[in-house]
C-alpha cells in the first residue's frame, strides 16, 4: 500500500511539474469497484492526490484487438459490464462520462505509424470505470481508451506509450489498468501467494525501477515465469505502456502492492 507520506510526496511532486502524471493501477476483482477494500480506498486517496486532466486516456486490459489499435472516438462511450457470474449491484454500474472526440482523433493520426484507427463502438470496460469511479467519482472528467493490439510484441506496447509521451503537456492523464501478475486458473482465495507470483511481481518492480524496459519486454529472457504469471499478457500490457511514456525525469511511486487471491498482483504505479 502507499503510506500517506507517499502520496503527500505525490502531491509534492505533482505541484511542482508542468505535465501530467503516468498511472498505472492493478484493477484486480471487478468487484473492487462495490467493495471497501484496501485497494478501492487507495484508488479514492490517489484520485485527491493526482491534478485535474483536460482528459483521461484509459489503456485497459479488456480491449483487445487484432492487427491494429483502436481509440474511442465516442462522444458519450458507454459503460461496459465485462464480466459474468457477478452480484446484479454490479451491473448496475454506470461511469456516465463524456468522451473527447477529438482529443482521440488526434491521437488516431499521433499513433498513425501503429495502425490506428478511430473506432465509435466500444466504451468504457470495467478495467476502466472500475478504478475511474473512484478517482473522479463525478464522472465529469472526459476520457476515452486505446485498444491493446494483440498480435503485437512487447516492446511495440513500450513503442506506443513513447509515442503517447506527449499528450502529458496536453492536460492528459494516461492511465494505464491491468495487473502485473495475473493468472485466473491459479486462484486461492483465502490462501497465500504463489512463489512465483512474488518473484514475477518483484522482478517487474525492481526493473521498473532500474528503468531496465528491456527487461520487462523479453519475452524470451522473462520465460517460463512471464508464462506462468501471465498466461495471457493482455494484463501486462497496460503497464508496459504506461512505462514507455515515461522517462528519466519522473519519479516513480509505488503503491497497492500485494498479490490478492494468490495469483493476481494489485500492484500500482505512478509516475511524476
Known sequence: MA???????LKDSLRASDRMPLVFLGHGSPMNAIEDTAYSRGW???????????????????????RSTLVNVSALPRTIH?????????????????????????????????HAAGDDTW????????????????????????SIDMTQDLPHHLEIGAALAAL????????GSGNVVHNLRAMRPGAGPHDWAVE??????????????????????????????????DHYIPALTVAGASDEADRLVFMNEGIDLGSVSMRSFIYC
Open 123 to 146: 466504451g468504457l470496460d470495467h478495467g476502466a470505470w472500475s478504478v475511474l469511479k473512484f478517482l473522479y467519482p463525478d464522472a465529469d472528467v472526459p476520457v476515452f481508451q486505446l
Open 3 to 9: 503510506t500517506a507520506q507517499s502520496l503527500q510526496g
Open 168 to 175: 502529458r503537456h496536453r492536460g492528459v492523464l494516461i492511465l
Open 200 to 233: 514475477f511481481d518483484t522482478l517487474f518492480a525492481e526493473r521498473l525501477k532500474a528503468r531496465d524496459h528491456a527487461a520487462i519486454s523479453d519475452r524470451a529472457g522473462l520465460g517460463q515465469l512471464l508464462a506462468v504469471a501471465h498466461p495471457s499478457l
Open 82 to 114: 465485462d464480466f459474468y457470474g457477478f452480484p446484479p449491484e454490479l451491473y448496475a454500474q454506470q461511469y456516465p462520462a463524456p468522451g473527447a472526440p477529438d482529443l482521440a482523433r488526434d491521437v488516431v493520426s499521433l499513433l498513425a505509424s501503429h
Open 44 to 66: 479514492t486517496e490517489l484520485g485527491r492526490a493526482l491534478p485535474r486532466p483536460q482528459a483521461v486516456l484509459v489503456v485497459s486490459a479488456h480491449w483487445m484487438t487484432q
